[in-house]
């Protein structure tokens, strides 16, 4: 599985060839498929670049958005994925809202895991799975010591119960379920994430290297976060 690591001099140049990356995929999954499964990250580097998409012309009705993961808290708290990519694009763009596929989370973790699943039953490979990077190395609301769901027989969604990082209560897409895309892209910025993307070169095993898609993975790094990556 390739790992392709792209240095970005600034955060001008990561957000515009995100961008670039984002039209790829989706021009790629409508002239195939005529839809464009996009699956989306929380964090501040992934807001700018909503900011951006919701700026854009794009056929908005041939894309599906789904959520990598979420925490378990009320629909309207400022902390859940779903409203900060409404507030940033989903709901500034014609977009339909039954395009949109937030993760029930409000009802507790084991419930909406299992809700989710069965949402993406019918979904084959995303078209884009949008993946940011903990300093421990976490990705999405999969963390160190916990279930990855990485084995072949695991589930789409994992229910996870005791995050290191609050809310303790959370909702995921397994390692497996997010590996069944034909573009991942991680987002990586910021001098805290230095030892975590050395981790990663050396090959130890980190929540986000369990993210093994076929076509292997692109991740865009800021000098802060890449250290000695040239």
Known sequence: MH????????EALQLAEALERVRRAEAEAIAERGVFHFV????GTPRRLYQAL???AHDWSRWQV???DERCLPPTDPERNSRMASEAWLGRVNLPGTNVHPIPAELGAREAAEDYGRALAGVGAFDLVLL????DGHTASLFPGHDWG??????DTLAVSDAP????ERVSLSARRLSRARRVLFLVTGAGKRAAVAAWRRGEAIPA?????????DILLDAAASGDLS
């Open 3 to 10: 790992t392709r690591w792209q240095l970005v001099d600034n």
């Open 40 to 43: 989306l990250a929380g964090g």
């Open 54 to 56: 919701a700026g854009e």
């Open 66 to 68: 789904w959520f990598g």
């Open 132 to 135: 940011g990077l903990g300093e």
């Open 150 to 155: 990485e084995t072949a027989d695991a589930p």
């Open 165 to 168: 990082k609050p809310p303790p």
């Open 209 to 217: 290297a369990a993210i093994r898609p076929d076509a292997g993975v």
